[in-house]
């Protein structure tokens, strides 16, 4: 394993803690991920965003999302998210900013700018990786039940607005739950759309883009959805974002 | 304003070997509602009776494809022209069936807000019944023209408008790739400018949404369920492929047609 580190004169895709086979066992070849820079007179270090691997390994949710689904994904999509905003920034005032930053100020107030879609997509999908675990999904314990009961009447009624919200986005997009206004509320967005640029503090997502289920279900979202919160969701994650969003009330 | 989307062809032969033997055929339906006019003076100059009117409330079915699933590989797998075709597009028409009889019974009740509330199910829906409807007639397979150049005036109006074939191509490809999530690019014929454009829309937006004017020639879906499985996440691939089995026949006929 190595960490491949950055040099000024070029910039390469960071790779965290991956064997040097490359993540799905095929060679990388040392010239692949290397790429020349423009050159602009003295060399400037720009911090570049990374493309973060999820939280288990990418057959950890296997049957459910497959090893398949993450390689194109994760592997694909989400990194060609981060090189293209990375492309999109560098040498800009966006540069050097936190990723939440680039995302509500690339937003513009609803009309948003070339790298807003990028950025909320980066942001979008690093979000999701972490709401979803290995053996998870069943339903939540503690505080964070006790308000999902408060606020929907039942675990059951808040499940079936969170599939019914996913299921009718139309076209691409995500549904969230949130935290708002000291209540939890469940909001679906279109594209790259998410709370940051919205009002709320984001707690679970669940992708809703076709590339998300297709390889694993088709046209079948309906069922794609189902099998998320029966296997897939993390309420650890949640409980723990929940715990942020209140201290910020 | 009555629609018809019901295509008389023939049943292609379901011939690729992964359709399941039973192949799905649609059936032509129409829903009938009588409604009892009160009697006035409209009715009785239009010679209707007082007691009655009818009003007939249509409902769509899927149109067939002229082709066979498997015959526009392979820059279009058959595996994804069933699921498009016999799934998506059956959802839609599903969809928008009920959004209309939903709308029907709203209008009749002249609850108002029912009736606005149903508007972005019947674009969604409806929208999705329209863009596939035509893209099946923009795609044909090679044996029967697919991918052969326009001539005429179609082929001619592209080389003034565009440079090019290979222009217009370009252009199309770089704007269906551009596309953030879901939506369709066309070759549109803007009857009032009496010139040819090339638009995109979002998710199931048909042309006539980017105006009124707009007559849609050939359309390209870039939804992900239209390439994910073939394709993956190259997009320029499945637009570069797809011009391979592009239905020019079909568009120049709908040109000569708006055009004269």
């Known amino acids: ?249 | 304003m009555h629609l018809s989307f019901c295509e008389t062809v023939q049943i292609p032969w379901l011939s690729s070997s992964f359709v399941p033997a039973m192949a799905m055929r649609s059936l032509l339906s129409r829903k009938t509602l009588t409604s009892v006019l009160l009697s006035g003076p409209k009715s009785m100059g239009l010679g209707l009776t007082a007691a009655q009117s009818h009003r007939s409330l249509q409902t769509f079915t899927l149109p067939d494809l002229s082709y066979d699933y498997g015959a526009l590989e392979p820059a279009i797998s058959g595996e994804i022209m069933l699921l498009h075709h016999q799934k998506h597009h059956q959802t839609y028409i599903t969809n928008y069936n009920k959004a209309l009889e939903q709308l029907h019974d709203a209008m009749e009740k002249g609850d108002s807000s029912t009736v606005v509330k149903l508007q972005s199910a019947i674009k969604f829906n409806g929208g999705g019944h329209v863009n596939h409807s035509i893209f099946w007639k923009n795609l044909t397979p090679i044996r029967e023209g697919g991918g052969e150049p326009p001539k005429g005036s179609l082929g001619w109006a592209i080389d003034t408008h565009f440079g090019s074939l290979e222009a217009l191509i370009h252009k199309m490809n770089a704007e269906g790739a551009a596309l953030q999530g879901s939506g369709w690019v066309w070759l549109g014929l803007d009857k009032e400018l009496k010139r040819l454009v090339v638009e995109t829309t979002a998710n199931q937006d048909p042309l006539v949404t980017k105006g009124p004017s707009l007559v849609p020639l050939v359309g390209i879906d870039v939804w992900e369920h239209a390439y994910y499985l073939q394709y993956k996440n190259v997009r320029p691939d499945y637009l570069k492929n797809i011009w391979k089995v592009i239905n020019w026949k079909y568009a120049s006929e709908v040109y000569e047609k708006e055009s004269s």
């Open chain 1, 1 to 249: 394993m190595e960490l491949l580190a950055t040099s000024a004169t070029t910039t390469s895709l960071h790779y965290a803690f991956l064997p040097r086979k490359g993540l799905f066992g095929t060679p990388v070849s040392a010239g692949t991920e290397r790429r020349c820079v423009r050159k602009v007179g003295p060399v400037k270090i720009s911090a570049k965003f990374e493309l973060k691997p999820p939280p288990y390994p990418t057959n950890a949710l296997e049957p459910v999302m497959s090893e398949k689904t993450f390689e194109f994904h994760w592997g694909k999509h989400h990194r060609a998210y981060v090189d293209n905003l990375n492309k999109q920034i560098a040498g800009t005032d966006l540069d050097g900013k936190s990723l939440e930053d680039v995302v509500v100020i690339t937003y513009n107030k609803g009309d948003p700018l070339p790298p807003f879609n990028n950025a909320a997509q980066v942001w979008n999908h690093d979000f999701f990786w972490e709401s979803m675990k290995p053996g998870g999904g069943g339903a939540p314990s503690g505080e964070l039940l006790q308000l999902i009961e408060r606020d929907f009447g039942s675990f059951q009624k808040f499940s079936d607005e969170f599939k019914a919200a996913a299921a009718t986005q139309f076209g691409s997009g995500w549904a969230w739950l949130l935290f708002k206004d000291n209540k939890l509320a469940i909001v679906k967005t279109p594209n790259a759309v998410n709370p940051l640029v919205l009002e709320g503090y984001p707690l679970l997502t669940i992708d809703v883009w076709e590339h998300a289920y297709y390889l694993d279900f088709q046209n079948r979202r309906p069922d794609y959805i189902s099998v998320f919160m029966e296997k897939l969701v993390s309420w650890d994650a949640v409980s723990k974002r929940l715990e942020q969003a209140k201290l910020l009330v």
